[in-house]
């Protein structure tokens, strides 16, 4: 079974502090990978797509690293309503579903 | 918001009784899903849809049923739902470019099978 893992956290760090989360994909033929947000209760929210380029949006930087099969996600500046539980994921093979990682939990502090 | 609806939001039911959840989207997408997400296992993939009438099995499709007659509206039915099946249902729709060309998730309906 092709697999997405993560670190499930919990990453508890303070207000304005850098931090990232890494997730590895086994499917070497995936094409397409993103970051998924979810806050308590409520269902996941597309936060950003991630390419072998870089994708940068305002304090969240994702990357991709074919050669090694994972993909990070950066956060600067943490702000408290950043607090969440982020999601990888990445296509399957035949690019019509999407394999999650379990999550990994954020919480910010003040 | 992702013009995707789930009904009920919350279910209770027993043991071996029949249940059947809704997702119903306003945009007219060839691609519906339906996961499931339990504590300690994450989103997985129950059954998808790429056309009317067109499904196909995910990770976890043993005892669940679905069904899409309309472009709009992708059933899941738990034939006679069990314990293990309590969990949170996320339908989801595939949104094709000017979008990002991926998934949008709906609210997700709480079922509790006692």
């Known amino acids: 079974r092709k697999e997405v893992e993560q670190d499930p956290g919990p990453f508890n760090v303070p207000e304005g502090a850098t931090v990232a989360f890494n997730c590895t994909y086994s499917?070497?033929?995936?094409?397409?990978f993103f970051w998924y947000r979810q806050d308590c209760r409520k269902e996941p929210k597309l936060l950003m797509s991630v390419y072998s380029s870089g994708n940068e949006d305002g304090r969240f930087t994702a990357q991709l690293n074919r050669a090694s099969q994972y993909i990070s996600l950066l956060i600067r500046d943490s702000k408290l309503s950043d607090s969440a539980t982020y999601l990888c994921c990445a296509e399957d093979q035949a690019g019509t579903a999407l394999i999650f990682g379990k999550g990994t939990t954020l919480s910010v502090s003040s | 918001d992702a013009g995707i609806t789930q009904s009920p939001r919350h279910k209770v039911t027993e043991t071996g009784t029949p249940v059947t959840l809704r997702c119903h989207q306003t945009?007219?997408?060839?691609?519906m899903y339906w996961y499931r997400q339990d504590p300690g296992h994450g989103l997985r993939l129950i059954h998808y849809?790429?056309?009317?009438?067109?499904?196909d099995k995910g990770e976890v499709s043993d005892g669940y049923s679905v069904s899409r007659s309309k472009t709009e509206d992708f059933l899941l039915t738990l034939e006679s739902a069990t314990s293990s099946q309590t969990s949170v249902y996320f339908c989801?729709?595939?949104?094709?470019?000017?979008?990002?060309?991926?998934?949008?998730f709906g609210p997700g309906t709480r079922l509790t099978v006692l």
């Open positions: 849809s790429y056309g009317v009438k067109d499904t």
């Open positions: 989801a729709i595939r949104k094709p470019p000017p979008s990002t060309d991926t998934q949008y």
């Open positions: 945009e007219n997408h060839r691609y």
């Open positions: 499917n070497s033929a995936s094409q397409s």
